[in-house]
């Protein structure tokens, strides 16, 4: 059974400044992927980034980057000059094997202070 | 081009009585899904369907039924609501291809009584 795990509750960062939000993950699937999806307080859920448990790099998009660590099975998604708009939920999540189901972890609730 | 939509987007029930969450999909998507979020938690699978025919239970389905109704349409159903079904339901979709996410519709709030 795949397991996605989520240890910060809740983070606060100063605008403008890095923030990491950590992600660890658990599973037996040779292959995999890893994904981050954004929920403001409106409700939906927005799409970030994206690694495949074979990709040789870090991905990247835009302000987001994943920074895997594939024998640590961590994969943290780290958002630069962070701003106010960035408050929100950030879940952590990962496909299985035939790349058809998510498992989600418990998220994480990101505070952007002025 | 709507992505994916849900019916009613709020619901308030009383114990024991049925409704039926609808969801649609415009983007030819083969894979659906359902998703509950409780309160402060992460989404989990209620059911899925991997393709137009076919309903698979995901770690929650106790208590929900699914139809797929067509390739655009797959609806939840609960028969006897309980209050310990109260949540943020997510509809949602995708082709499934590696790396490709899933689309989620805006959600249904359900409150039962």
């Known amino acids: 059974a795949q397991k996605i795990t989520q240890t910060q509750p809740g983070m606060f960062v100063q605008e403008k400044e890095a923030v990491t939000l950590d992600c660890t993950y658990d599973?037996?699937?040779?292959?995999?992927?890893l994904f981050w999806y954004k929920q403001p307080s409106s409700g939906e859920m927005i799409f970030l980034i994206y690694?495949?448990?074979?990709?040789?790099q870090n991905a990247t998009e835009g302000r987001y980057s994943l920074n895997f660590q594939k024998a640590r099975k961590s994969a943290n998604l780290v958002i630069s000059a962070s701003q106010l708009g960035d408050s929100a939920m950030y879940f952590c999540?990962?496909?299985?094997?035939?790349?058809?189901?998510?498992?989600f972890g418990g998220g994480t609730r990101l505070m952007v202070k002025p | 081009n709507a992505g994916v939509t849900q019916t009613p987007k709020f619901q308030v029930l009383k114990t024991g009585q049925s409704m039926t969450l609808q969801c649609a999909q415009d983007?030819?998507?083969?894979?659906m899904y359902w998703y509950r979020q409780d309160p402060g938690m992460g989404l989990r699978l209620i059911y899925y369907?991997?393709?137009?025919?076919?309903?698979d239970k995901g770690e929650v389905p106790n208590g929900y039924n699914v139809s797929r109704l067509n390739k655009r349409e797959f609806s939840l159903r609960l028969e006897s609501a309980a209050p310990s079904q109260t949540s943020v339901y997510f509809c949602?979709?995708?082709?499934?291809?590696?790396?490709?996410?899933?689309?989620f519709g805006p959600g249904t709030r359900l409150l039962v009584l």
């Open positions: 949602a979709s995708t082709r499934p291809l590696r790396g490709e996410t899933q689309y």
């Open positions: 599973t037996s699937d040779p292959s995999y992927g």
């Open positions: 690694q495949g448990s074979y990709d040789q």
């Open positions: 999540a990962m496909d299985n094997n035939a790349g058809n189901m998510l498992t």
């Open positions: 983007m030819n998507h083969n894979s």
């Open positions: 369907s991997a393709s137009e025919g076919t309903t």
